[in-house]
């Protein structure tokens, strides 16, 4: 079983940065794909990143690409997101999970554990 805690969200202004920390507790979190997922108030949860268990292959949602960077450092057992000119849409609560697979996958159903979330706001 894994533990997840997201850490690093909170108010920005448009054009600000975060980073979002997320913390796992248990085994084999160096060998699974790990993701980022967001919701917006009124939306439904959306892919945002994902990394595989060597840090060597990433993918983006079309919407972050250029803006959001995701890394791991699988010997902390953390997972990051570096958010840079986050805009308003960026609002959401992030979610922090571990996918059951080791290829990317950017459907929640390859998702097994997640964490609490933590809030994004970003203003005008």
């Known amino acids: 079983q894994v533990h997840l805690v997201e850490s690093g969200g909170g108010l920005v202004q448009a054009g600000g940065s975060l980073r979002l920390s997320c913390a796992a507790s248990?085994?084999?979190?160096?060998?699974?794909?790990m993701g980022w997922f967001r919701q917006g108030p009124g939306q439904e949860r959306e892919f945002v990143a994902a990394?595989?268990?060597?840090?060597?292959?990433?993918e983006y949602a079309d919407s972050v690409k250029g803006r959001f960077t995701i890394s791991r450092a699988n010997a902390e057992m953390t997972l990051y997101l570096q958010m840079t000119n986050l805009k308003p849409e960026d609002t959401a609560v992030y979610y922090c999970?571990?996918?059951?697979?080791?290829?990317?996958?950017?459907?929640?159903?390859?998702?097994?554990?997640w964490g609490q979330g933590t809030q994004v706001t970003v203003s005008s």
């Open positions: 999970a571990r996918s059951m697979y080791s290829l990317i996958n950017r459907a929640l159903g390859a998702y097994d554990f």
């Open positions: 248990g085994r084999t979190f160096s060998d699974n794909v």
């Open positions: 990394i595989d268990w060597r840090g060597l292959n990433a």
